[in-house]
């Protein structure tokens, strides 16, 4: 089916959010490397998990655009896992994993995904919009004559 979309995106590749929070994704997988080994299965893990989930998520409501409260549901969940995310860098910070630089730098990145994923809420019709035929099937004969 093909569903007009924005002219600057004709995949999720292409949104602006996905892209920064794939390179976030790989930032702080990079810096959990960093991390002592008893940190393993929790701060790491943790660490890893939401902040890939943010790109994820995009992706995902790039397949719902179909339905628009899908697309901002999904993009609700992409916006909680960034959040998350910020919680595990306060958590770095305070156990002195994180300075303070690389902590701001990081916040400041999520925040911009954040503003980025509210950004495509508040215009998801110009995401979800469907071709009048997208919701109904082509008439059809039920009966013989």
Same mark, same amino acid.
């Given at each position: 089916? =093909?569903?007009?979309? /924005?002219?600057?995106? %004709?995949?999720?590749?292409?949104?602006?959010?996905?892209?920064?929070?794939?390179?976030?994704?790989?930032?702080?997988?990079?810096?959990?490397?960093?991390?002592?080994?008893?940190?393993?299965?929790?701060?790491?893990?943790?660490?890893? %998990?939401?902040? %890939?989930? $943010?790109?994820?998520?995009?992706?995902?409501?790039?397949?719902?655009?179909?339905?628009?409260?899908?697309?901002?549901?999904?993009?609700?969940?992409?916006?909680?896992?960034?959040?998350?995310?910020?919680?595990?860098?306060? $958590?770095?910070?305070?156990?002195?994993?994180?300075?303070?630089?690389?902590?701001?730098?990081? $916040?400041?990145?999520?925040?911009? $995904?954040?503003?980025?994923?509210?950004?495509?809420? =508040?215009?998801?019709?110009?995401?979800?919009?469907?071709? /009048?035929?997208?919701?109904?099937?082509?008439?059809?004969?039920?009966?013989?004559?």
């Amino acid at each position: 089916m =093909n569903y007009p979309t /924005p002219s600057f995106a %004709r995949t999720f590749r292409d949104l602006v959010a996905h892209s920064k929070a794939r390179a976030l994704a790989r930032d702080v997988f990079d810096f959990t490397l960093t991390l002592p080994k008893d940190e393993e299965y929790s701060l790491k893990d943790q660490m890893r %998990r939401a902040s %890939r989930s $943010i790109g994820a998520q995009i992706a995902e409501a790039w397949a719902k655009r179909r339905y628009e409260k899908h697309f901002i549901s999904k993009l609700t969940d992409a916006d909680a896992e960034q959040t998350e995310t910020q919680h595990w860098m306060d $958590i770095a910070l305070d156990c002195r994993y994180l300075d303070k630089v690389h902590y701001v730098q990081f $916040i400041e990145r999520l925040e911009e $995904i954040n503003r980025l994923i509210h950004g495509m809420i =508040n215009k998801a019709d110009s995401f979800c919009s469907a071709s /009048p035929s997208a919701f109904h099937e082509e008439t059809a004969e039920y009966f013989s004559k």
